[in-house]
């Protein structure tokens, strides 16, 4: 079993529509999380972090369920850019300050 | 806020040939970079953790004496990629972490794309 999963995708969906991405961890000891954006051949960016009680930036909401080993991320009203790739990932301590990546979700927000 | 830069950004050469990719944190000192492979369509694999001053750390199945990695100064380190060949082709990428014993955020290198003929 991988240590983070994630539904590939491709997500299509139209602009203004809310999308939801999944993603669970193996690792209970895990300790931090994390979205990450990456656009086609470029490096990934830091989107938000997610913390136990739930985040939102603007647009962007991320939830965490430890007891699930479940991360979420919604994205209310999609545009145009938010077309990328999603990276779930999880950093724990005990294991050499590594983040570990999940495979990613492509969404295609289309006009 | 912190910028990491890689040099070069993408590099074509011949089988068997070396290439030097660096990696520089050009406004903070990093203790610790990492540098990442990712294969179109996949996620990001991490390498090796290399530190200032020591060792670099492999992961499981990347050969070190294939993937030279030198981190001599707090802004700098470098992967070298000896006797490449055609499967070592992909997106590398490294990240630098600030200075501090708890976690702190990886920045990341805009990405160095090496292709091998």
């Known amino acids: 079993r991988k240590e983070v999963e994630q539904d590939p995708g491709p997500f299509n969906v139209p602009e203004g529509a809310t999308v939801a991405f999944n993603c669970t961890y193996s690792?209970?000891?895990?300790?931090?999380f994390f979205w990450y954006r990456q656009d086609c051949r470029k490096e990934p960016k830091l989107l938000m972090s997610?913390?136990?009680?739930?985040n939102e930036d603007g647009r962007f909401t991320a939830q965490l369920n430890r007891a699930s080993q479940y991360i979420s991320l919604l994205i209310r009203d999609s545009k145009l850019s938010d077309s990328a790739t999603y990276l779930c990932v999880v950093y724990n301590a005990g294991n050499n300050r590594k983040l570990i990546w999940g495979l990613g979700t492509s969404l295609a927000v289309n006009p | 806020g912190a910028v990491v830069s890689q040099h070069p950004s993408w590099v074509i050469c011949k089988s068997g040939t070396s290439v030097k990719i660096e990696c520089r944190s050009l406004d903070f000192q990093a203790t610790t970079m990492f540098w990442y492979r990712q294969f179109p369509k996949q996620s990001l694999m991490l390498m090796a953790t290399s530190n200032e001053g020591s060792k670099a750390t492999y992961e499981q199945g990347v050969e070190k004496d294939k993937f030279l990695i030198n981190h001599a100064s707090l802004t700098l380190s470098t992967l070298t990629v000896t006797s490449a060949h055609p499967e070592d082709s992909s997106f590398y990428i490294c990240?630098?972490?600030?200075?501090?014993?708890?976690?702190?955020?990886?920045?990341f290198g805009p990405g160095t794309r090496l292709t091998v003929l």
């Open positions: 690792n209970s000891a895990s300790q931090s």
């Open positions: 990240s630098a972490s600030l200075s501090g014993g708890a976690f702190r955020e990886q920045f």
């Open positions: 997610v913390y136990s009680s739930g």
